[in-house]
């Protein structure tokens, strides 16, 4: 009896006069090609729920000047780590995920407070954070003007930053810790994905933390640096400061003040 070894790839009949006739080998199918996965913009990926997991977080002191004193607050923000896919290769980059400030800080119903947290914490699971932030820096009320932050101008004038109510106040020192985390520029602006991502595996390797303003501007060199928008003169027009050439002119109780040095034409 004859043994077969190998396994039969093909059959042939030939005579015993004739000669073997060889069996041609088998046609292998092609491999198919590996999937391509499509880019995820980990900027824009929702985050459902808050992750039952201990949270990166940061807490600051904020001091806001109103029409009856100075007050301190609390602003806590926490971040969490979101992985997607840019140009076909995985990145990671740190987002906020939620915002919280204790109740009874401020002159506002404390209902509203929580109300308006909240509504940060979802917008920064859902991914539009930066828009609803610069949303709340319009948001205005009728006891005048607050200050909360300065703003050096270059040329040796560094004056407080006047803000149409405390909810914009709180709104633009939650875009200072975001801008402080590398999250977003100076101007309030969201930092590219490239340079988040970049920023995030120096951090996850523990290298030298680099400073993301510049990393900004290298990856556009045509971007200005916030120095030289600074620095930049500006021209005094009719909807411009006097004293400090801001452009953030509002009437306020029937005078026309400047939001960004407090300038008052009925002062």
């Known amino acids: 009896m004859l043994k077969i070894a190998k396994k039969i790839t093909g059959v042939a009949l030939v005579k015993a006069d004739e000669p073997p006739v060889p069996v041609p080998a088998p046609t292998l199918a092609p491999a198919p090609p590996a999937p ?14 808050r992750p039952d997991e201990a949270l ?15 007050k301190k607050i609390y602003v806590a923000v926490s971040f969490l780590e979101i992985k997607g896919r840019l140009n076909g290769q995985a990145i990671a980059i740190e987002r906020p995920i939620e915002i919280f400030l204790p109740a009874g800080q401020t002159d506002e119903d404390g209902q509203w407070i929580v109300a308006t ?5 979802l917008a920064a699971r ?3 954070l930066t828009r609803a932030l610069q949303d709340l820096r319009q948001v205005p009320w009728t006891k005048g003007p607050v ?28 875009q200072r810790i975001l801008c402080n985390r590398g999250f977003l520029d100076a101007d309030g602006n969201q930092v590219p994905l490239e340079v988040l991502a970049r920023h995030h ?8 933390r680099s400073d993301p303003e510049q990393e900004l501007v290298a990856a556009n060199p045509s971007t200005p640096s916030i120095e ?4 930049k003169p500006v021209a005094a027009g009719k909807n411009t400061c006097p004293q400090c ?4 002119i509002r009437r306020i109780d029937g005078c026309d003040t400047c939001t960004e040095c407090g300038h008052s034409k009925c002062a």
């Open 228 to 231: 030289a928008v600074l620095e």
């Open 117 to 121: 947290m909240r509504s940060l914490s």
């Open 56 to 70: 990166n977080a940061v807490i600051e002191k904020v001091t806001l000047g109103t029409q009856v004193g100075k």
């Open 36 to 49: 391509v996965l499509p880019d995820e913009n980990p900027l824009f990926v929702r985050v459902e729920n």
């Open 126 to 128: 859902g991914g539009y």
């Open 201 to 208: 595996a120096r951090q996850a390797s523990d290298e030298t």
């Open 245 to 248: 050439g801001g452009s953030n």
């Open 147 to 174: 200050r909360c932050g300065e703003k050096d101008w270059g040329n040796g004038k560094v004056v407080p930053i006047q803000h149409p109510s405390e909810v914009a106040a709180i709104a633009y020192a939650i």
